[in-house]
């Protein structure tokens, strides 16, 4: 079957509490308007951007759109490697988010409209970037994941938790995350938790850690702001047993990406993570809420091509 030149767009209309299925019409007419020949979709359930990008890579298409926020392409990278018809890095990415966060994007991108955003996917300017790789078990069966921006665990994961249960009563807005943040640091606990990085283990009572492939996560935060999504590494910011107070006194770092300087803040870069944790800690992975520890990290190199912005010069080189 010869490859299929149009793109195959999915469309999750729930995106943005709402977003996705409000804003498609004009985005489809901007496509339309820009030339761009596409199919497209929309996602029905959880997990559904799985499915529609398996059987549109089976049906021969090689170019996939992405119209929602980060878990939605999150499950279409997940997509990517459970079909076996061809190679991954023969799939082009393009994403117009409209979702809460949009934190993959960001790396790529300074373009907001979504003129901007239609324009680069006719332009189709790409770029090869590593994926990561979780298992973790989930009600005492070992599951695997792959992400493309960011994993957290500990007090990250548990924000993205209740962000998610703001999301599925309604909220919507900037200020999801850190609504969500300040409730869940009421009453969160710092773990004991052990990590192995490529064999050198750091451990003792940890708030909170995040393994970015990507510089952002959390709607716009900075978690691990030296990343480069193209090196082959994960970036690692540990969080030790900081205080409610400190945690509030320093939400400007992650901002502002001076996060690492902080004394109780430690950033690692590494290939192979273990984890391993008392009493066990959850995991969140481009946003998505997974199962408990303990958890295994493995990067795949170069092994997705994604559409960036018109304005993107790769800096990331070494």
């Not at 793109?7 to 820009?34: C, H, M, Q, T, Y």
């Not at 596409?38 to 997990?47: G, I, S």
């Not at 990561?132 to 665990?153: C, D, H, I």
């Not at 052990?194 to 909170?208: E, N």
Request: glycine share 12%; with cysteine; proline share 4%.
């Amino acid at each position: 079957m010869s490859p299929n030149n149009k793109w195959f767009a999915i469309v999750n209309p729930k995106a943005g509490s709402g977003k996705g299925e409000s804003d498609w019409p004009k985005i489809r007419l901007l496509l339309e308007e820009k030339g761009v020949d596409f199919e497209f979709r929309f996602t029905e359930r959880k997990f559904h951007a799985v499915e529609l990008s398996v059987w549109a890579i089976n049906n021969s298409f090689r170019k996939l759109l992405v119209i929602g926020g980060d878990g939605t392409l999150n499950e279409v990278v997940n997509g990517l490697f459970i079909q076996k018809s061809v190679s991954p890095s023969n799939i082009l990415i393009g994403v117009i988010g409209v979702g809460t966060g949009n934190d993959w994007q960001r790396t790529y991108s300074s373009a907001k409209g979504y003129t901007e955003k239609v324009e680069a996917i006719k332009e189709a300017k790409s770029f090869l970037q590593d994926v990561g790789v979780v298992r973790f078990f989930e009600s005492k069966v070992q599951q695997t994941r792959y992400f493309a921006n960011a994993a957290g665990l500990g007090f990250d994961a548990a924000v993205a938790q209740n962000t998610n249960k703001l999301k599925e009563n309604g909220r919507r807005g900037k200020l999801l995350y850190i609504l969500s943040l300040l409730k869940t640091l009421v009453s969160y606990q710092s773990s004991l938790i052990s990590l192995s990085i490529d064999g050198q283990t750091i451990g003792g009572t940890i708030f909170s850690a995040t393994l970015g492939i990507g510089k952002y996560n959390g709607g716009g935060m900075m978690p691990t702001p030296n990343a480069k999504p193209d090196d082959g590494l994960f970036d690692i910011t540990v969080i030790t047993n900081i205080s409610r107070s400190g945690v509030l006194r320093n939400l400007g770092r992650l901002y502002n990406g001076s996060i690492l300087n902080h004394p109780h803040i430690s950033g690692f870069q590494g290939k192979e993570i273990t984890v391993s944790s008392r009493p066990p800690v959850n995991l969140e992975a481009d946003g998505e809420s997974l199962g408990s520890s303990p958890f295994t990290f493995s990067i795949i190199p170069k092994c997705i091509n994604v559409v960036v912005g018109a304005d993107f010069e790769n800096m990331f080189e070494s």
